[in-house]
Nanobody, 121 residues
Framework: QVQLVESGGGLVQAGGSLRLTCAAS????????MGWFRQAPGKEREFVAA????????YYADSVKDRFFISRDNAKSTVYLQMNILKPEDTAVYYC??????????????WGQGTQVTVSS
């Protein structure tokens, strides 16, 4: 069992930055690939970024490429999402998720409760 808790969301002006943190419980964090997803009001949940267990493989959605950066610290059982040059269309609830293998589809095994990111124009 893996429990995930996101933090770091908030209100920011367009062009600003935020860093989301996802803290995982349990001793299996280093054996899990991690991902970030987001869901805006009235829209389906969408993939944002994923990172493999060892951090070597990383993949981003086109909409966030070169603006968002995912990283992980296995010693701290934590995954991060650095978000730069934020746009109003980035406004959403952001979710952290864990699965056994690296992937970009939403079939992750474990999910956090989400953290709200709001970008004002």
């Amino acid at each position: 069992q893996v429990q995930l808790v996101e933090s770091g969301g908030g209100l920011v002006q367009a062009g600003g930055s935020l860093r989301l943190t996802c803290a995982a419980s349990g001793r299996t964090f280093s054996s899990r690939a991690m991902g970030w997803f987001r869901q805006a009001p009235g829209k389906e949940r969408e993939f944002v970024a994923a990172i493999s267990r060892n951090g070597i493989s990383i993949y981003y959605a086109d909409s966030v490429k070169d603006r968002f950066f995912i990283s992980r610290d296995n010693a701290k059982s934590t995954v991060y999402l650095q978000m730069n040059i934020l746009k109003p269309e980035d406004t959403a609830v952001y979710y952290c998720a864990a699965r056994r293998s690296f992937g970009v589809t939403p079939d992750y095994e474990y999910w956090g409760q989400g953290t709200q990111v709001t970008v004002s124009s």
